[in-house]
């Protein structure tokens, strides 16, 4: 007669009272590793405990930081460059870079924080960088200027030098601002359950709204005239000390909000669960202390089995990440390919509007002209366009804000389709509206429709990611494709994530050309109107769905 594990469905005694001399103990390793020994079924994929609504308010902090900066980079970094006196020519140069590189690296980074062995857990060491290397690059590019004057006396090589730092600053901020949402994202669906991803990501995007409408108004202000702009010396002074101190709060909460379990951890527990066979009847006789002890001496013989030990455990992961990192994302199942096609759509139509919506309220919806002398009306009446445009831009974070909130309550009546579906719709009506009746009124009404799909590319795709990982997760545990070799979650949200600088390539290089071809900036938004209802139709019948196969 034999027994095995799921003879004894009571609670396993723990680790450090019997003895085991190769692997330390705490109380917190112990409750995770033994949590699922101690339900019905010892070996399924232990869900994680519900998180408070507090704690998941918390972890969304750094989208709002993440946006606020976000904002202020649009209000001022335009002005910023034209003050330095960069050439036309490297304009493109510096939007290019950024997503370039975000596009090649994004898998790559993705996959590293998915098997990073750092104490503090896998994805905030690379957040914590990430964050860093933001605020130095709004650091550069807001503040360039004033620390070259300081320590070059040579007005030429003052010029040049101004022109370097504050075109890295910019490309340093996009490139950490763009990476950081990925391991964002990884870093909510390994410490939540199902449902805790679903609030979570709902709370990203209401956060995400709130921190670019703050951003907003306070980009609108005009500080050069306040107490403190004449004390710290410039606006874009003052707007970095507001930028970095909202930041620097928001990306402590963040990291402060639910602790990781770290690799090694985790391979612990998968190392206590390796040892499933069955034992003879005698050996259950091997008691100390009245606890039964000879599953756990078992680890300690692991390798003198032939099995892998901690060590050796995480480092095959590693070299298997970096071999088949490549193979892995070219390999990705079809209904991965088709969502990370929907969400370039999707990024392509709302980049292409957002880029250039100041200008386009500026030139059509108020007949001026960027291009005539400074002091002239029509160039007073393009700025006055894009002040109201910015207003617009305003009005499209506050409606992303609370149609984030309106989605918790659609949800269990449309599904996610419906969402999805409804947000690339809504926004291609409305752009080709504002298209076709270019007027002050109506256009600013319909900005509300920018936070539509604005709220919908922050959540829907990132749910069905989570959606496609717990059904991997179950077909695993029944007995379905083994996951030796998959992808990480790291590099699930890295790849869609990675849409975004590709949609960012796209509009930087092809609507250029398109507004010279056609002699009007008109053609931006009925293009960015024909790629949304393009992709409305591609969300409806080529995206998989998980909620319909289970019906």
Same mark, same amino acid.
């Given at each position: 007669?034999?027994?095995?594990?799921?003879?004894?469905?009571?609670?396993?005694?723990?680790?450090?009272?019997?003895?085991?001399?190769?692997?330390?103990?705490?109380?917190?390793?112990?409750?995770?590793?033994?949590?699922?020994?101690?339900?019905? &079924?010892?070996?399924?994929?232990?869900?994680?405990?519900?998180? $408070?609504?507090?704690?998941?308010?918390?972890?969304?902090?750094?989208?709002?930081?993440?946006?606020?900066?976000?904002?202020?980079?649009?209000?001022?970094?335009?002005?910023?460059?034209?003050?330095?006196?960069?050439?036309?020519?490297?304009?493109?140069?510096?939007?290019?870079?950024?997503?370039? *590189?975000?596009?090649? *690296?994004?898998?790559?980074?993705?996959?590293?924080?998915?098997?990073?062995?750092?104490?503090?857990?896998?994805?905030?060491?690379?957040?914590?960088?990430?964050?860093?290397?933001?605020?130095?690059?709004?650091?550069?590019?807001?503040?360039?200027?004033?620390?070259?004057?300081?320590?070059?006396?040579?007005?030429? /090589?003052?010029?040049?030098?101004?022109?370097?730092?504050?075109?890295?600053?910019?490309?340093?901020?996009?490139?950490?601002?763009?990476?950081?949402?990925?391991?964002?994202? $990884?870093?909510?669906?390994? %410490?939540?359950?199902?449902?805790?991803?679903?609030?979570?990501?709902? #709370?990203?995007?209401?956060? /995400?709204?709130?921190?670019?409408?703050?951003?907003?108004?306070?980009?609108?202000?005009?500080?050069?005239?306040?107490?403190?702009?004449?004390?710290?010396?410039?606006?874009?002074?003052?707007?970095? =000390?507001?930028?970095?101190?909202?930041?620097?709060?928001?990306?402590?909460?963040?990291?402060?909000?639910?602790?990781?379990?770290?690799?090694?951890?985790?391979?612990?527990?998968?190392?206590?669960?390796?040892?499933? &066979?069955?034992?003879?009847?005698?050996?259950?006789?091997?008691?100390?202390?009245?606890?039964?002890?000879?599953?756990?001496?078992?680890?300690?013989?692991?390798?003198?089995?032939?099995?892998?030990?901690?060590?050796?455990?995480?480092?095959?992961?590693?070299?298997?990440?970096?071999?088949?990192?490549?193979?892995?994302?070219?390999?990705?199942?079809?209904?991965?390919?088709?969502?990370?096609?929907?969400?370039?759509?999707?990024?392509?139509? =709302?980049?292409?509007?957002?880029?250039?919506?100041?200008? =386009?309220?500026?030139?059509?919806?108020?007949?001026?002209?960027?291009?005539?002398?400074?002091?002239?009306?029509?160039?007073? /009446?393009?700025?006055?366009?894009?002040?109201?445009?910015?207003?617009?831009?305003?009005?499209?974070?506050?409606?992303?804000?609370?149609?984030?909130?309106?989605?918790?309550?659609?949800?269990?009546?449309?599904?996610?389709?419906?969402?999805?579906?409804?947000?690339?719709?809504?926004?291609?009506?409305?752009?080709?509206?504002?298209?076709?009746?270019?007027?002050?009124?109506?256009?600013?009404?319909?900005?509300?429709?920018?936070?539509?799909?604005?709220?919908?590319? #922050?959540?829907?795709?990132?749910?069905?990611?989570?959606?496609?990982?717990?059904?991997?997760?179950?077909?695993?545990?029944?007995?379905?494709?083994?996951?030796?070799?998959?992808?990480?979650?790291?590099?699930?949200?890295?790849?869609?994530?990675?849409?975004?600088? *590709?949609?960012?390539?796209?509009?930087? %290089?092809?609507?250029?050309?398109?507004?010279?071809?056609?002699?009007?900036?008109?053609?931006?938004?009925?293009?960015?109107?024909?790629?949304?209802? *393009?992709?409305?139709?591609?969300?409806?019948? =080529?995206?998989? #769905?998980?909620?319909?196969?289970?019906?």
């Amino acid at each position: 007669m034999t027994l095995t594990r799921q003879d004894f469905v009571g609670p396993l005694p723990r680790p450090c009272e019997l003895g085991i001399a190769s692997m330390e103990c705490s109380n917190g390793k112990e409750e995770t590793m033994l949590e699922s020994l101690a339900a019905g &079924e010892p070996f399924r994929p232990v869900e994680p405990p519900k998180k $408070a609504t507090g704690r998941l308010v918390m972890h969304s902090m750094a989208m709002f930081g993440r946006e606020f900066c976000y904002a202020v980079e649009a209000a001022f970094v335009t002005p910023v460059l034209l003050s330095v006196g960069l050439p036309k020519s490297l304009y493109s140069l510096v939007w290019l870079i950024s997503p370039i *590189l975000g596009f090649v *690296l994004q898998p790559v980074v993705g996959s590293a924080s998915d098997h990073c062995n750092s104490a503090w857990g896998k994805r905030r060491p690379y957040i914590l960088v990430l964050g860093i290397m933001m605020l130095v690059g709004m650091a550069l590019y807001l503040n360039g200027e004033t620390v070259v004057s300081a320590l070059v006396a040579d007005r030429g /090589t003052q010029r040049t030098w101004a022109i370097v730092i504050t075109m890295l600053g910019v490309v340093l901020f996009d490139f950490a601002a763009d990476f950081i949402d990925g391991p964002i994202k $990884a870093y909510l669906f390994d %410490v939540c359950s199902h449902q805790d991803k679903e609030k979570g990501l709902h #709370y990203h995007a209401l956060l /995400t709204g709130l921190g670019g409408a703050l951003g907003y108004l306070t980009g609108a202000i005009d500080w050069g005239h306040t107490v403190l702009g004449k004390y710290l010396g410039s606006e874009f002074q003052v707007m970095f =000390f507001y930028a970095a101190l909202v930041f620097l709060i928001c990306l402590t909460v963040h990291l402060c909000s639910i602790p990781e379990t770290s690799l090694a951890d985790k391979v612990e527990s998968e190392a206590l669960l390796k040892t499933a &066979e069955p034992y003879p009847y005698g050996s259950i006789g091997k008691v100390k202390n009245g606890y039964f002890n000879s599953g756990y001496n078992e680890i300690r013989v692991l390798s003198r089995q032939g099995k892998p030990t901690l060590k050796e455990d995480i480092q095959v992961q590693k070299q298997m990440t970096i071999k088949s990192l490549l193979k892995a994302l070219l390999s990705m199942p079809s209904h991965y390919r088709c969502l990370c096609v929907s969400h370039l759509m999707g990024w392509t139509a =709302f980049l292409s509007n957002m880029l250039f919506f100041t200008d =386009f309220m500026g030139q059509i919806v108020f007949n001026g002209d960027p291009y005539a002398p400074h002091n002239s009306t029509a160039y007073l /009446t393009y700025e006055r366009g894009v002040e109201v445009g910015c207003w617009g831009m305003c009005i499209n974070a506050i409606s992303s804000s609370l149609y984030s909130y309106l989605q918790k309550a659609l949800l269990p009546y449309i599904g996610l389709k419906g969402l999805y579906f409804i947000g690339y719709l809504l926004f291609g009506l409305g752009t080709g509206f504002i298209g076709l009746f270019p007027k002050v009124y109506s256009t600013l009404a319909l900005c509300s429709l920018f936070g539509v799909m604005s709220s919908t590319l #922050y959540t829907v795709p990132f749910n069905l990611i989570a959606d496609y990982h717990k059904e991997e997760e179950e077909e695993g545990q029944t007995g379905g494709q083994a996951g030796e070799h998959k992808r990480g979650k790291g590099v699930d949200c890295a790849a869609l994530t990675c849409m975004v600088q *590709l949609a960012q390539i796209i509009v930087g %290089v092809g609507l250029g050309f398109l507004v010279s071809a056609a002699g009007s900036v008109v053609v931006v938004v009925i293009s960015a109107s024909a790629i949304a209802l *393009l992709g409305c139709c591609f969300v409806a019948f =080529f995206v998989r #769905y998980v909620e319909e196969n289970n019906k």
